[in-house]
C-alpha cells in the first residue's frame, strides 16, 4: 500500500482523488516512535522533492515534512526558497522543523531573495523564535528595517516584534522609520515591551514606553504606550 | 457616507477619541475606566454623528448574516463593504445605499484600503477562517473595535496574538458564536444556579476534522480576485467547491478543508465548546492535558480535556449527548449569577453596547480563544492519535517536539501576522 502510495505521489497532480496518498498519511502517524522508518519515509518523500514530480506533489511532500522533516531534509528545502512556486511549502515545512540548520538555512537565503520571496522568508525567521539562532536573525533582520522596499522593511519589524527579545527591542529602538513605517514599527517595540514586562524586566520595558513616547507618537501610539508604562510601575501586574 | 462625508469633525471627534482614548478594563492595560451612562447617547434614538460607525469584510453567507445585523441597527452607520468577490460586494453596497438612501457606500477588494479609514471605529469580519487572524489583528492597529466570526483562530499561535493585540490597542473584539448563550442557557442556568452540585464533566459532540483539498483547476470567475481569497493560504487552483461558503463541513466548501479551516470540530466545536466552557465556568483557562481514549471494536476515538481544577470536557464520550453533564449532586454549590449580553440585540446588539461602554463584550477575544484551544488541541491529539500535555502561558507542548509542529503553520508570502 505505502508503495502504491509512493508512486501515485511521483505525478500526484489536481484532481487527482487525495485519497490515493492514504497510506503515506497513516505512516506519518505510525512511525511516531519508529525512528528508522521515520528516516526511510523523509528519504522517500525527499526523492519526490528533488524529482520532476508536479507541483502539487511536491507541495504534499512539504506538509509530510512539516510534520516529519529533520535536518536532513533542509538542503533539499533550501533549495526551493527562491522559487516562486514552491518557496512558501518549502517555509511551511522549515518553519516548523525545530533543528537549527533550518533557521540556518533561511537566515542564509535572506540576502539572496527579493520582495515577496524575502518577505516570506522574513516572517519565517520572526516565527520560528529560537533562542538558539534568535540574535542571528535579529541581527539580520535589524539590517533589514531600513530597507528601500517598505514592505520589506516593515515586515522585518513585524518579525522582530514576534521574536520579542531583548535584542529585537534594541534593533527597533535604534531603528528611524519613515513616517509611514512608524506605526508597525511603535507596534512591532511594544509587543517586544510586553514580553520584556511578562518576563519580569520592567525597567527595560519602560524605557521602550518612554522612548515611544518622546517621539510624538499617533494617537492609538499613545494611549497604547501609557498603557503600557502604567502597566509596567510596581504592582501593576 | 465616504472619508469625504464624515460627520462634523467636533462631533466625530468627540466620539472617536472616547472610543480610542478608553480601555478595556484588562490586567495588563488597566486604565480608570469611568463611563458616564448617558455620554453616549444610549438612551433612545441615536443621532447620525454619534453613530458606531461600521466596515464589513467578508460578507457572503455569515458575513451577510452579521451585515444585516450591523445594517440593521439604529445605532450603526455603515459605510463601507469589502469582499473579494465583485457581485457580493456590490450587491451589499446597493444594501448599505438602499439603507441611506444614498450612494455613500464604499466597496473595497482589498481589506487594507478599508482598515487605512479614520472615520471606521468597528469592523466585523467573516472571511473564511484563514484571514481572520491577519484582519483582525491589523484593524486592532488601526485602532478599530472588531466583531469576528467564529471559528476566531485557525491554529493556537493566532490566539494569543489576537488577545495580545486587542489589549495593546484597548480594543472592544468580540467573538462570532451567539449559540454559546442563546443555545447553551438551560444548562448553563442549572450549572451556575447550583441545582447539580459540583459539576464534574461535560461532553461535547462534533463531527469530522477537516481534510486535503485537491480539487481539479477551473477558470477563476469574473470579478473573483482568486489570490486575495487565498491570501495566507497555499496555493491552489480555483475550484468553485474549493471556496463555496455554504455550512458544509465535510466535502465540496471551505469549512471542510484543512487550508482553510477545521472542519466541524472547529466550525461547531466554536459553538459547542463555548457553551461547554461556559456552563462548567471555565472560560477564563485552557485545558493542561487532553486525554486520547484510542478506538476499541465498536467505539470511535475519544478526548477528554483535564483542566487545573480538574474538571473534564470530553469529546464525542461514547453514550454521552452533546451538552450532557455529570455532577455530584451531594456536593452542593451555592448559585452565581449568570453573565449574559449587554445591552439590546443578542451578540451583535452586546458588541455595540461594549463598544459605546468599553466593558468586555460576552464573547470577549479571551473567551473566544480559550474555546478555540479546545477545537485546535482536539485536532492536534486526534491527528496524532495520542495523548497530549498543554502549557497554554508558554503556547506548547511539553517536551513534544512533534506536536509543538502543529502549534502554527507558515503563511503565504507576503501575508504576516
Same mark, same amino acid.
Given at each position: 500500500m505505502l508503495d502504491e502510495a509512493f508512486e501515485a505521489l511521483k505525478t500526484?497532480?489536481? #484532481?487527482?482523488?487525495?485519497?490515493?496518498l492514504a497510506p503515506i498519511d497513516q505512516a506519518v502517524v505510525k512511525t511516531h516512535n519508529d525512528p528508522a522508518a521515520r528516516k526511510d519515509l523523509e528519504s522517500r518523500l525527499l526523492a519526490v522533492l528533488q524529482s520532476q514530480a508536479p507541483r502539487d506533489a511536491k507541495d504534499y511532500v512539504c506538509r509530510q515534512l512539516r510534520t516529519i #522533516?529533520?535536518?536532513?531534509s533542509v538542503p533539499a528545502l533550501e533549495a526551493l526558497l527562491a522559487e516562486a512556486e514552491l518557496s512558501h511549502m518549502a517555509r511551511y515545512a522549515l518553519e516548523r522543523i525545530p533543528e537549527p540548520q533550518a533557521g540556518q538555512a533561511l537566515q542564509r537565503q535572506l540576502s539572496k531573495l527579493s520582495g515577496n520571496l524575502k518577505i516570506g522568508v522574513i516572517s519565517s525567521l520572526g516565527v520560528r523564535d529560537q533562542a538558539a539562532s534568535a540574535a542571528r536573525s535579529v541581527a539580520l533582520l535589524r539590517g533589514l528595517l531600513q530597507d528601500p522596499d517598505d514592505a520589506v522593511a516593515r515586515a522585518a519589524a513585524l518579525a522582530l516584534g514576534d521574536i520579542a527579545s531583548e535584542g529585537a527591542d534594541k534593533a527597533l529602538a535604534s531603528a528611524r522609520p519613515r513616517p509611514a513605517l512608524a506605526a508597525v514599527f511603535a507596534d512591532a517595540s511594544m509587543s517586544c515591551a510586553e514580553k520584556l514586562l511578562a518576563a519580569g524586566h520592567a525597567r527595560e520595558a519602560k524605557g521602550t514606553y518612554q522612548r515611544l513616547l518622546k517621539n510624538n507618537p499617533p494617537e492609538l501610539v499613545r494611549l497604547a504606550a501609557q498603557r503600557g508604562l502604567k502597566a509596567c510601575q510596581p504592582g501593576a501586574l | 457616507m465616504d472619508a469625504k462625508r464624515t460627520p462634523p469633525a467636533a462631533q466625530q471627534t468627540t466620539r472617536r477619541q472616547f472610543i480610542k482614548a478608553v480601555g478595556l478594563a484588562s490586567a495588563a492595560v488597566a %486604565?480608570?475606566?469611568?463611563?458616564?451612562?448617558?455620554a453616549l447617547g444610549r438612551a433612545g434614538a441615536v443621532a447620525p454623528s454619534e453613530r458606531i460607525v461600521v466596515g464589513g469584510i467578508g460578507l457572503g453567507n455569515q458575513g451577510h448574516g452579521d451585515f444585516g445585523g450591523f445594517l440593521g441597527s439604529s445605532d450603526v452607520q455603515y459605510v463601507a463593504v469589502c469582499d473579494v468577490r465583485k457581485n457580493v460586494r456590490d450587491g451589499a453596497k446597493r444594501e448599505v445605499d438602499e439603507r441611506y438612501k444614498s450612494k455613500d457606500c464604499a466597496a473595497y477588494n482589498d481589506f487594507r484600503q478599508l482598515l487605512a479609514?479614520?472615520?471606521?471605529d468597528a469592523v466585523h469580519v467573516a472571511t473564511p477562517d484563514h484571514w481572520h487572524t491577519i484582519i483582525a489583528t491589523e484593524a486592532c492597529r488601526h485602532g478599530k473595535d472588531v466583531f469576528c466570526q467564529k471559528p476566531e483562530t485557525l491554529t493556537l499561535r493566532e490566539g494569543p496574538l489576537m488577545v495580545e493585540c486587542a489589549r495593546r490597542y484597548a480594543r472592544v473584539f468580540s467573538g462570532g458564536s451567539?449559540?454559546? %448563550?442563546e443555545d447553551y442557557r438551560g444548562t448553563v442556568n442549572m450549572c451556575w444556579g447550583g441545582k447539580l452540585g459540583r459539576v464534574l464533566s461535560i461532553n461535547v459532540q462534533t463531527s469530522n476534522l477537516s481534510h486535503a483539498c485537491n480539487l481539479p483547476p477551473e477558470p477563476v470567475p469574473e470579478g473573483f480576485d482568486w489570490e486575495m481569497w487565498l491570501g495566507p493560504a497555499p496555493w491552489a487552483p480555483y475550484n468553485a467547491k474549493r471556496c463555496a461558503g455554504d455550512f458544509n463541513t465535510r466535502e465540496n466548501a471551505w469549512r471542510a478543508y484543512w487550508d482553510y479551516s477545521g472542519g466541524d470540530i472547529t466550525d461547531w466545536g466554536a459553538h459547542h465548546f463555548g457553551g461547554a466552557t461556559f456552563a462548567v465556568d471555565v472560560r477564563e483557562f485552557q485545558p493542561q492535558e487532553i486525554v486520547y481514549n484510542a478506538p476499541e471494536a465498536d467505539k470511535p476515538a475519544y478526548l477528554e480535556f483535564v483542566y487545573p481544577n480538574g474538571i473534564r470536557i470530553t469529546h464525542c464520550k461514547p453514550g454521552k449527548a452533546n451538552m450532557e453533564v455529570d455532577s455530584n449532586e451531594n456536593e452542593t454549590r451555592p448559585p452565581k449569577p449568570v453573565p449574559g449580553y449587554k445591552g439590546k440585540g443578542g451578540i451583535i446588539g452586546d458588541f455595540l453596547y461594549c463598544v459605546r461602554t468599553r466593558e468586555k463584550p460576552f464573547r470577549d477575544i479571551g473567551f473566544a480563544v480559550n474555546t478555540m484551544s479546545l477545537c485546535h488541541l482536539g485536532t492536534i491529539a486526534y491527528r496524532l492519535e495520542r495523548s497530549l500535555k498543554w502549557d497554554a502561558a508558554k503556547l506548547t507542548f511539553p517536551g513534544d517536539m512533534e506536536a509543538n509542529r502543529f502549534i502554527d503553520r507558515a503563511r503565504r508570502q507576503p501575508w504576516q501576522l
Open positions: 500526484y497532480d489536481w #484532481g487527482m482523488d487525495p485519497k490515493v #522533516g529533520t535536518a536532513a | %486604565l480608570p475606566t469611568f463611563i458616564p451612562a448617558t479609514r479614520d472615520d471606521i451567539q449559540r454559546v %448563550l
